[in-house]
Nanobody, 124 residues
Framework: QVQLVESGGGLVQAGGSLRLSCAAS?????????MGWFRQAPGKERELVAA????????DYADSVKGRFIIFRDNAKNTVYLQMNSLKREDTAVYYC????????????????WGQGTQVTVSS
């Protein structure tokens, strides 16, 4: 089993920044897993925000966050981060960390492991 614990959410004004963290535990092979961030806003479906392969050599972003968000990981700390800059009201959502040994399964929205989510609220 893999446990994922997110942190770093909160309330921020539009144009501001937040950094989300997700610490993984429970598997010694975590460093070989792809990691991703998803979000779900009220009344909307959950969507992929960003994903990164185990080596960090490949990253994927939703068009809506390209140029504003950065995903990166520290395998020594079993942690993945999401740096969110130039935040907009439409970024308001619950953000979930997820992981899977298969990257295509991760970006396809069907990873095996999910965190509990952290709320991000962007005010005008």
């Amino acid at each position: 089993q893999v446990q994922l614990v997110e942190s770093g959410g909160g309330l921020v004004q539009a144009g501001g920044s937040l950094r989300l963290s997700c610490a993984a535990s429970g598997r010694r092979t975590f460093s070989r897993y792809g990691m991703g961030w998803f979000r779900q806003a009220p009344g909307k479906e959950r969507e992929l925000v960003a994903a990164i392969t185990w080596s960090g050599s490949i990253t994927d972003y939703a068009d809506s966050v390209k140029g504003r968000f950065i995903i990166f990981r520290d395998n020594a700390k079993n942690t993945v981060y999401l740096q969110m800059n130039s935040l907009k009201r439409e970024d308001t959502a619950v953000y979930y960390c997820a992981t899977d040994a298969t990257y295509t399964k991760l970006v396809g929205g069907g990873p095996d492991y999910w965190g509990q989510g952290t709320q991000v609220t962007v005010s005008s």
